[in-house]
């Protein structure tokens, strides 16, 4: 076994190793970095003993680090603080403590410096070579995670169809994953046996062999997607005309390269939105095939705008779907797919939670 290591990641990515022996090292002390606190909420309720329990609300964990700092110098110790503090400054934004533990597994923890780096001068905290503190972390999403994502691949195939698809979260807690549908499909549904939650996507143009739809459920980042487009916006318009079938949209110079074929996108002004699917693309110029709507000419009089990127594809998630996360452990999935063929499929990608390293 080799000795364990701890590592600070910048928020620009650079990382400082906190246990290289030479600049940085910590001391016995670490505390804070298994078990995150808990909270207990409960009510009294006349008549009743005790309380009754509503909730277990985990709490933003604190994770303490005894550092000792050296060189050779005094100016060299310096440098190496001023490393530190400036590395550590939370105005940059997030930073990730990580901790390659001393039987090789990897764990990382999104946090923000706190305290601890006012540096008490005195003989008992340093010299002209050495000084000693402890630093503060907190992690307002208190659970470590993996390095690395999972990855489970289904290929399509009517035998598996009829039988559940076991996918294992190895992870202490639940993992909110990324889905890819592998088109083509008309219709497919992902059910978590378990739980009895699914997800329905029933796009009102089948997905050919060429296409995909992303369905991310991370907290915080839940999107659809179709190949991949995110929403983008045009608003330099400079002039456009819509027939009952389609519309001829002039941008920029460069503008309409933010648009590809077979996107969604939606031409409005003040008073009128029409939807259209994007049918080629060129620099200047946008042509599009009319989804619906009334019929209206736009011009640029009227201030119209272009916006587009399958903002809108929530619309194909059916009623009663519901993003749901892997459990820990083994999770039994069941798959509807209608439309598929041998090269359609299902990715699911996740990264692991973990209560501590």
Same mark, same amino acid.
């Given at each position: 076994?080799?000795?364990?290591?701890?590592?600070?990641?910048?928020? @620009?990515?650079?990382?400082?190793?906190?246990?290289?022996?030479?600049?940085?090292?910590?001391?016995?002390?670490? /505390?804070?970095?298994?078990?995150?606190?808990?909270?207990?909420?409960?009510?009294?309720?006349? !008549?009743?003993?005790?309380?009754?329990?509503?909730?277990?609300?985990?709490?933003?964990?604190?994770?303490?680090?005894?550092?000792?700092?050296?060189? *050779?110098?005094?100016?060299?110790? &310096? %440098?190496?603080? &001023?490393? +530190?503090?400036? =590395?550590?400054?939370?105005?940059?934004? $997030?930073?990730?403590?990580?901790?390659?533990?001393? /039987?090789?597994?990897?764990?990382?923890?999104?946090?923000?410096?706190?305290?601890?780096?006012?540096?008490? $001068?005195?003989? /008992?905290?340093?010299?002209?070579?050495?000084?000693?503190?402890?630093?503060?972390?907190?992690?307002?999403?208190?659970?470590?995670?993996?390095?690395?994502?999972? $990855?489970?691949?289904?290929?399509?195939?009517?035998? %598996? +169809?009829?039988?559940?698809?076991?996918?294992?979260?190895?992870? /202490?807690?639940?993992?909110?994953?990324?889905?890819?549908?592998?088109?083509?499909?008309?219709?497919?549904?992902? *059910?978590?046996?378990?739980?009895?939650?699914?997800?329905?996507? !029933?796009?009102? *143009?089948?997905?050919?062999?060429?296409?995909?739809?992303?369905?991310?459920?991370?907290?915080?980042?839940?999107?659809?997607?179709?190949?991949?487009?995110?929403?983008?916006?045009?608003?330099? +318009?400079?002039?456009?005309?819509?027939?009952?079938?389609?519309?001829?949209?002039?941008?920029? =110079?460069?503008?309409?390269?933010?648009?590809?074929?077979?996107? $969604?996108?939606?031409?409005?002004?003040?008073?009128?939105?029409?939807?259209?699917?994007?049918?080629?693309?060129?620099?200047?110029?946008?042509?599009?095939?009319?989804?619906?709507?009334? @019929?209206?000419?736009?011009?640029?009089? &009227?201030?119209?705008?272009?916006?587009?990127?399958?903002?809108?594809?929530?619309?194909?998630?059916?009623?009663?779907?519901?993003?749901?996360?892997?459990?820990?452990?083994?999770?039994?999935?069941?798959?509807?797919?209608?439309?598929?063929?041998?090269?359609?499929?299902?990715?699911?990608?996740?990264?692991?939670?973990?209560?501590?390293?």
């Amino acid at each position: 076994m080799t000795a364990e290591k701890i590592y600070w990641i910048r928020p @620009d990515g650079g990382t400082i190793d906190l246990t290289n022996g030479v600049s940085y090292t910590i001391r016995q002390g670490v /505390d804070g970095r298994y078990m995150p606190p808990f909270e207990y909420i409960s009510d009294a309720i006349y !008549t009743y003993p005790g309380e009754v329990l509503r909730t277990i609300k985990t709490k933003p964990r604190e994770v303490t680090l005894p550092l000792l700092v050296m060189g *050779t110098s005094e100016t060299v110790l &310096r %440098d190496n603080l &001023r490393t +530190l503090t400036d =590395a550590f400054n939370p105005a940059l934004g $997030e930073g990730k403590l990580k901790v390659v533990t001393s /039987d090789g597994l990897t764990f990382i923890l999104n946090c923000h410096f706190a305290s601890g780096m006012s540096l008490e $001068e005195s003989y /008992d905290t340093g010299s002209c070579t050495f000084r000693i503190f402890v630093a503060t972390f907190i992690a307002h999403s208190p659970y470590w995670w993996g390095p690395t994502e999972e $990855e489970w691949t289904w290929t399509h195939d009517d035998a %598996d +169809l009829a039988n559940p698809q076991t996918v294992i979260n190895t992870g /202490d807690l639940e993992a909110w994953p990324v889905w890819t549908i592998i088109g083509p499909a008309s219709s497919v549904t992902i *059910t978590h046996i378990g739980t009895g939650k699914y997800m329905t996507m !029933t796009p009102t *143009t089948a997905l050919t062999a060429a296409d995909s739809i992303t369905i991310d459920t991370r907290p915080g980042k839940k999107d659809i997607l179709l190949n991949q487009t995110k929403r983008v916006s045009v608003s330099s +318009l400079l002039a456009s005309n819509a027939a009952a079938a389609d519309a001829h949209v002039h941008v920029a =110079a460069g503008g309409g390269l933010l648009f590809a074929t077979g996107m $969604e996108c939606i031409l409005s002004d003040t008073a009128n939105a029409e939807s259209f699917v994007i049918s080629s693309v060129a620099a200047d110029q946008i042509n599009t095939a009319k989804v619906g709507g009334i @019929d209206y000419i736009y011009t640029t009089a &009227r201030s119209a705008k272009l916006e587009g990127g399958q903002f809108n594809y929530f619309k194909y998630y059916m009623l009663g779907s519901t993003m749901f996360p892997l459990l820990p452990g083994s999770n039994q999935l069941g798959f509807s797919f209608t439309g598929g063929s041998t090269v359609s499929g299902i990715v699911c990608r996740w990264v692991t939670n973990h209560y501590g390293v």
